[in-house]
């Protein structure tokens, strides 16, 4: 496996399939599926690259499996934190051990860049992630956001882990 920051020269069809279908794996209870079907492959991973944000892969054998994203803190509250805004795998890589390389990767560039503190926001009802966060060290906060996807209200809630 390689772990490495995505270019301009990298496949983004291929980047927003994982978050497509990391979304409609991880969310399919939690998000109503007639949104998640509905949404168009473009809006899927629409950041890429942008807004200050660095995006890692993982590939194996030449084939990108999996992305993450870090940056600043995008929060004028936790402006001294860097963050972690994106975590996704193929859902037949889960398991693998390749989040924990993109954490890695992300928390090492992060510290690297100076931040001693990075948070990161996850759907209150995503235990999966959340245990995988919380065995990798993230703290939850009482910090949160409520928000309403495809008609239907969700928390977001953060978690810190200090480098």
Known sequence: MIIRNITENDNFV?????????W??????????EWLDSRPKEK???NILKNGRVETGAF???????????CQ????????????VTIYLL?????????????EHCISALKGLGYDKVLLW???ENTRARAFYERYGFVLTDEFIDDNI???DVREVMYVLNV
Not at 14 to 22: G, L, P, Q, V, W
Not at 60 to 70: E, F, H, N, S
Request: proline share 3%; glycine share 16%; net charge positive.
């Open 73 to 84: 803190s995008r929060w004028d509250k936790f402006k001294d934190f860097g963050e972690v």
């Open 44 to 46: 899927w991973g629409g």
């Open 91 to 103: 859902p037949e890589y889960i398991g693998q051990g390749i989040g924990y390389a993109l954490m």
């Open 14 to 22: 291929a980047i927003r399939e994982i978050y497509e279908r990391s």
């Open 150 to 152: 495809g008609g239907r």
């Open 24 to 33: 409609k794996s991880a969310y399919r209870d939690i998000i109503p599926k």
């Open 122 to 124: 996850v759907l209150e």
């Open 60 to 70: 194996i054998d030449g084939k990108i499996v999996g992305t993450a994203c870090y």
